[in-house]
């Protein structure tokens, strides 16, 4: 049971990540945090878009999945002080969106189920707050879903860390493209894993067989003016947290400069140039608040 290339190209182009998971066809929507479990490719890909063309229609909207399989509740919360379900849930989102554009859906005003309580406890913006179930699910030290300052930030990098220490990693089949050619993959928007676009084009330069690079981690954090010394590399998880803290820094710095992430001397090419809408976002998550 594997993905083909051409189906990991179709959902990468959505901007989504697909694999293998417990039997089934796993695909995440990042920017949304939408998972959907599939017995087939195709199936995956399809109820993703429509999932996606769900959310496009009213970003107000809300998809509730189970981790389990492709069936999901839709909610709607433009109304301030109660959301309403749409009547039918759970169902797929390819029959959600077919009511949706016949305009046969149907709402009703409810409390959201338990289920999104359970995600809140096991997820967080699509990351479990496990660190040994993240790592198994591919997401990388650096996409933490805690804050630095708090005890579960040590604690979910510690788990992570256990996990990788146990994990006996095959060598990689037919794969020859190198971290050059994979970092221009990530620049022209072909996301490899569920980070943002900093995150996956630091991973596509940084991660070997052995895992992260992380002397080149930081001869990229310096050639960008941000100093790392000062951070402990003695208590066990260190790298994570240095990844994370350095990532930080990295998107404050990019901000200033439109996005362009310089090259330590020598290498080749000097800079990558992430996307207007990754600058936008940042630009607004920075913004003051008034």
């Given at each position: 049971m594997n993905v083909h290339h051409t189906k990991a190209k179709q959902a990468m182009q959505m901007g989504c990540h697909i694999s293998v998971a417990d039997n089934k066809y796993r695909i995440f929507w990042p920017q949304r945090a939408i998972e959907l479990f599939s017995t087939s490719v195709d199936a995956a890909l399809t109820e993703m878009n429509a999932a996606q063309n769900i959310i496009n229609h009213n970003p107000d909207f809300r998809i509730v999945t189970n981790h389990e399989n492709d069936r999901v509740s839709l909610f709607d919360h433009r109304e301030e002080g109660a959301a309403t379900m749409m009547v039918g849930c759970p169902a797929?989102?390819?029959?959600?969106?077919?009511?949706?554009?016949?305009?046969?859906?149907?709402?009703?005003?409810?409390?959201?189920?338990?289920?999104?309580?359970?995600?809140?406890?096991?997820?967080?913006?699509?990351?479990?707050?496990?660190?040994a179930v993240a790592f198994k699910d591919g997401v990388p030290a650096a996409d933490c879903p805690y804050p630095e300052e708090s005890d579960d930030f040590s604690r979910w990098n510690d788990e992570w860390d256990d996990a990788a220490d146990r994990a006996e990693l095959p060598p990689s089949k037919g794969s020859v493209v190198t971290s050059h050619?994979?970092?221009?993959?990530?620049?022209?928007?072909?996301?490899?894993?569920?980070?943002?676009?900093?995150?996956?084009?630091?991973?596509?330069?940084?991660?070997?067989?052995?895992?992260?690079?992380?002397?080149?981690?930081?001869?990229?954090?310096?050639?960008?003016?941000?100093?790392?010394?000062?951070?402990?590399?003695?208590?066990?998880?260190?790298?994570?947290?240095?990844?994370?803290?350095?990532?930080?820094?990295?998107?404050?710095?990019?901000?200033?400069?439109?996005?362009?992430?310089?090259?330590?001397?020598?290498?080749?090419?000097?800079?990558?140039?992430?996307?207007?809408?990754?600058?936008?976002?940042?630009?607004?998550?920075?913004?003051?608040?008034?």
């Open positions: 797929l989102p390819t029959d959600i969106w077919a009511a949706i554009e016949a305009g046969e859906d149907a709402w009703v005003v409810m409390d959201e189920p338990e289920q999104e309580q359970m995600d809140e406890q096991t997820h967080i913006n699509g990351v479990s707050v496990n660190g050619y994979r970092a221009n993959y990530s620049e022209l928007g072909h996301p490899a894993h569920c980070g943002d676009e900093l995150a996956v084009l630091l991973n596509n330069l940084c991660l070997n067989k052995a895992g992260i690079n992380i002397q080149l981690f930081e001869e990229i954090c310096k050639a960008n003016g941000v100093k790392l010394g000062r951070y402990d590399r003695t208590t066990r998880g260190w790298q994570g947290r240095l990844r994370m803290t350095g990532r930080n820094l990295l998107t404050k710095q990019l901000k200033s400069n439109g996005g362009v992430l310089l090259m330590p001397e020598g290498m080749h090419p000097e800079s990558y140039k992430l996307s207007q809408d990754w600058v936008a976002s940042i630009e607004n998550k920075f913004k003051p608040k008034t």
